[in-house]
């Protein structure tokens, strides 16, 4: 079972940066999908970012060229680079991994971009 933690979420202005760790208890190029999610106040959760496999990655097109999803050399730790932020990236975002079948979810930090 691989368990995710999410922290760095926070309160930021308009065009402001922020940086999302997540902490997994297993080597991140061991699990096959591991990316991050948002949701954002009565809406469905998205897709943000992910790594498709070991080198590729995925952006929303909400998110392109502002946001970007990276390992650290903790080879546990997955992170999302958040750039130029707007008022609509507020939502809590969630880490998520795919791994043997099976979908892995964080407890989430919530994001608030304020205008």
């Known amino acids: 079972q691989v368990q995710l933690v999410e922290s760095g979420g926070g309160l930021v202005q308009a065009g402001g940066s922020l940086r999302l760790s997540c902490r997994t208890s297993?080597?991140?190029?061991?699990?096959?999908?591991m990316g991050w999610f948002r949701q954002a106040p009565g809406k469905e959760r998205e897709l943000v970012a992910r790594?498709?496999?070991?080198?590729?990655?995925y952006y929303a097109d909400s998110v392109k060229g502002r946001f970007t999803i990276s390992r650290g050399y903790a080879k546990n730790m997955v992170y999302l680079q958040m750039s130029s932020l707007k008022t609509e990236d507020t939502a809590v975002y969630y880490c998520?991994?795919?791994?043997?079948?099976?979908?892995?979810w964080g407890k989430g930090t919530l994001v608030t971009v304020s205008s």
């Open positions: 297993e080597t991140v190029f061991t699990i096959n999908v």
């Open positions: 790594f498709i496999d070991v080198v590729t990655t």
């Open positions: 998520n991994a795919v791994h043997n079948g099976a979908n892995y």
